[in-house]
């Protein structure tokens, strides 16, 4: 079936880091990809997407690229901030249904 | 204001004490889903709806019911709760089955069982 690997965390940067959180996903057919951000104490908000091969979804200083010859989606951030201090989840939807697979978090903590 | 709103967003109750998470939504969304977060196992579907009168289940729908009786509201119901289903809930709704949509969630449920 379906599956989206995210790299464990937690992650720890000071500011202004450069990011990186790896996704890796198997998928039958041309999936749809999402990151998505879970601050503390609220639901999970959709930070980018991409559709299809080599689509570059960006939100807020982030990016992921969909890169189908590697089966990844890694997002991406040039220079973090506190506030960017969340769990970060890489999602994908998958060609003719719409039943989501989620991966596990990943944890970002930010230090000033 | 889009949202999903889930109520309450905290509750302890006791074994085998039925109760009622709500969840509605105010996008006229038509699919819409709960999830269950619990540490180390990320989300984990319970149930789905794609539509009106339309349900199905998700990964883990034991000791979990469902309705969609408007297309607005999807409650979640625990006939008889127990202590594994101490969890962090959430409600998400999407505009149609298709894969460019994203979800949008609820704020989530805290749910204690003693």
């Known amino acids: 079936g379906d599956s989206v690997t995210q790299m464990e965390g937690p992650v720890t940067l000071s500011e202004e880091a450069f990011l990186t959180i790896n996704c890796t996903y198997t998928?039958?057919?041309?999936?749809?990809l999402f990151w998505y951000v879970q601050y503390p104490g609220e639901g999970l908000q959709l930070l980018l997407k991409?559709?299809?091969?080599?689509d570059k979804g960006s939100n807020k200083g982030f990016e992921a690229t969909y890169r189908k010859e590697t089966t990844s989606f890694h997002l991406e951030k040039g220079s973090v901030q506190v506030s960017d201090s969340a769990v970060y989840f890489c999602a994908l939807s998958p060609g003719g249904s719409y039943i989501p697979t989620f991966g596990r978090g990943t944890s970002l903590i930010v230090h000033p | 204001e889009a949202q999903v709103t889930q109520n309450p967003r905290y509750l302890i109750t006791v074994t085998g004490k039925k109760l009622t998470v709500t969840c509605s939504q105010n996008m006229n969304h038509e699919y819409m889903s709960w999830y269950r977060q619990d540490p180390g196992l990320g989300l984990r579907q319970i149930y789905y709806s794609m539509n009106v009168e339309v349900t199905d289940k998700g990964d883990v729908p034991e000791g979990y019911k469902v309705s969609r009786k408007e297309k607005r509201n999807f409650p979640l119901i625990l006939e008889s709760p127990s202590p594994n289903q101490t969890s962090l809930y959430f409600c998400?709704?999407?505009?149609?089955?298709?894969?460019?949509?994203?979800?949008?969630f609820g704020s989530g449920t805290r749910l204690t069982v003693v």
């Open positions: 991409a559709t299809k091969a080599d």
């Open positions: 998928a039958t057919g041309y999936p749809s």
């Open positions: 998400a709704s999407s505009l149609r089955q298709g894969v460019n949509y994203g979800y949008t």
